[in-house]
């Protein structure tokens, strides 16, 4: 067996590896795979794997890409990702992948989806849009039939039909990834100590690359060489950290938190894992079992749209009394509109519940962690007092 530093070596050189060399050997091992990208933050990767493609997550260029080019095609008020990955496909680091899905998360991410159908002709792009309306004859109807021209298009691309069969054998799969990963996360929160933050995003972040059978194996390696090494235990701050959905906070900022004083037990990074909260049945019609459980069973977000106000703040309040925490940190990229637009909302219901927030913008490239460090910090610091008080 692994030991915890083997796997996070090999989480971060997946999760460091902006030239995608790991999708590049999947496909060259068997001539005619084809692999499809993704941004966040959820998209039906059961229709990619039943179509034998590779999904792959594409979360910009982190702290380790200069954006040149990029910069060109957007205006400077807009978060970094979009620009970053501009940059990864015109400097060729994606000339493995052979389509790109654009889910509606926000204005940006809609009109990278035109940009990149103007950039890369050859390639096969479209945007997935989701419902906003949560009855099953209504938006359950409509999601069904975006998910059935995603299911065709594959089937064209890949040059072969892609069955009923097919799908709900990938989403026995998913469900098999998803429940690894409730593992994990329960097992953080549990004892945070042992499972730091900083290696769980790691392993999410390799997921976003490897086939999810061999990620679901990944974390079965992690969970069972953490529990045979003890860590020191510290009288630290239990929170969740929101607002990481779609942008991603670099590894730093995430080691800042917790060197600061921090459990981060709950979170939302790459919530195409963990978006679905239950296992999607395996039998049946698979685009309507999908779509059911999107409607009825998915993750709460600023990137998805709520059809009634007395429901907001209830999902993020759910987590913090769950994972036993004792406050919130915000922490959303700079211009994020769905997150920082919802900031205030979800800051209010907190507030009334009497749970501790605070709140900062990061950058995907955000390099002085020393602000963020203190402000986590004073935060941990002023939960300690507040509970002995």
């Not at 990208?37 to 594409?58: D, F, N, Q, S, T």
């Not at 994990?184 to 549990?190: P, S, V």
């Amino acid at each position: 067996m692994n030991t915890v530093q083997e796997i996070v070596e090999r989480c971060q050189a997946l999760c460091d590896d902006l030239d995608f060399e790991t999708v590049k050997a999947w496909k060259a091992a068997q001539p005619g795979r084809r692999a499809i990208g993704y941004m966040p933050v959820y998209v039906p990767r059961e229709i990619i794997h039943a179509a034998g493609m590779l999904p792959v997550g594409i979360l910009g260029g982190g702290d380790q890409l200069e954006v040149i080019q990029g910069d060109a095609y957007y205006q400077s008020y807009i978060c970094r990702i979009p620009r970053s990955t501009i940059e990864l496909g015109l400097t060729g680091r994606l000339d493995c992948l052979d389509g790109m899905l654009f889910p509606s998360i926000c204005d940006v991410i809609r009109n990278l989806s035109g940009m990149w159908q103007m950039l890369f002709k050859d390639k096969y792009v479209r945007y997935v849009d989701v419902p906003q309306n949560y009855e099953d004859e209504i938006g359950g109807r409509f999601y069904t039939q975006e998910m059935q021209a995603i299911r065709e298009d594959l089937a064209r691309l890949g040059g072969r039909e892609i069955t009923d069969e097919a799908i709900n054998r990938s989403i026995e799969v998913y469900n098999e990834n998803r429940r690894v990963l409730e593992q994990l996360y329960a097992y953080r929160a549990r004892e945070p100590w042992q499972a730091p933050t900083s290696e769980v995003y790691l392993l999410q972040r390799a997921g976003m690359v490897l086939p999810v059978e061999e990620h679901t194996a990944l974390v079965r390696d992690y969970l069972a060489a953490a529990q045979t090494e003890q860590r020191p235990k510290r009288d630290n701050a239990r929170v969740v950290l929101n607002g990481t959905f779609c942008e991603q906070p670099p590894l730093g900022l995430i080691k800042s938190i917790e060197m600061a004083g921090c459990y981060v037990v709950e979170d939302d990074f790459m919530l195409v894992s963990r978006w679905l909260l239950r296992d999607v049945p395996s039998d049946g019609d698979p685009l309507e079992n999908l779509s059911k459980t999107f409607l009825h069973h998915s993750a709460s977000t600023s990137a998805k749209y709520e059809t009634r106000k007395e429901d907001k703040g209830q999902f993020l309040l759910k987590q913090v009394a769950d994972k036993g925490a004792e406050g919130v940190i915000f922490a959303a990229p700079s211009f994020c509109d769905p997150a920082l637009l919802e900031r205030p909302m979800l800051q209010e219901v907190l507030a009334a519940h009497n749970v501790p927030y605070t709140a900062f913008k990061y950058a995907e490239n955000s390099g002085q962690m020393a602000p963020i460090r203190e402000q986590a910090g004073t935060f941990a610091d002023s939960i300690k007092l507040w509970s002995a008080a």
